[in-house]
């Protein structure tokens, strides 16, 4: 039995110094996530996108974090099944709380003829841009790294 437990604590301390090694590691980070495809089966692509994000959060701090997530063309999906599917509508939500932004491309809005206000789960007149592409080269212009989960 104290040998349980002394490999549970092992393994606590291991947790814990990982975590400021983390914190150590890493400094403030602004970044542009970039979802242009469909969700998949049950929304799966999505989810993981979001669950890509929520583990660069949780490695480098929500403090240290400026998080835009563009969505264009097919990613537009990710909102509007938020719509409908709650494991979607949370996640989107805890990001959202952590100050992820969600831009929405207005030319896939006016091409599919979504509307933000009725279609899409939460997106606002500021959540919009002009373009999607447009926007991702803006941001990186500005020192956002890119990346596309």
Same mark, same amino acid.
């Given at each position: ?20 090694a983390? %914190?150590?590691?890493?400094?403030? %980070? ?5 979802? +242009?495809? +469909? ?7 999505y ?7 929520? #583990?660069?959060? +949780? ?14 063309? +097919?990613g ?8 409908? #599917? ?7 939500? #805890? ?6 932004? $969600? ?20 997106? $606002? ?6 373009? &999607? ?6 941001? %990186?212009?500005? &020192? ?6």
């Amino acid at each position: 039995m104290s040998k349980l437990i002394s490999v549970v604590a092992a393994l606590a301390l291991c947790a814990v110094t990982t975590m400021a090694a983390a %914190q150590d590691r890493y400094t403030k %980070q602004k970044v542009v996530y970039h979802i +242009n495809y +469909n969700g998949g089966e049950d929304d799966r692509a999505y989810i993981g996108a979001m669950r890509n994000i929520q #583990n660069h959060i +949780n490695a480098v701090g929500a403090e240290n974090m400026d998080i835009k997530v563009v969505l264009h063309g +097919n990613g537009l999906g990710l909102l509007a099944s938020a719509m409908d #599917n709650d494991k979607v509508q949370q996640r989107v939500m #805890n990001l959202r709380g952590q100050n992820a932004q $969600f831009h929405v491309c207005n030319n896939t809005l006016v091409g599919r003829e979504i509307s933000y206000e009725d279609d899409l789960f939460e997106v $606002f007149e500021d959540d919009i841009v002009p373009s &999607g592409v447009a926007e991702l080269s803006h941001l %990186q212009m500005q &020192g956002y790294t890119y990346i596309k989960p």
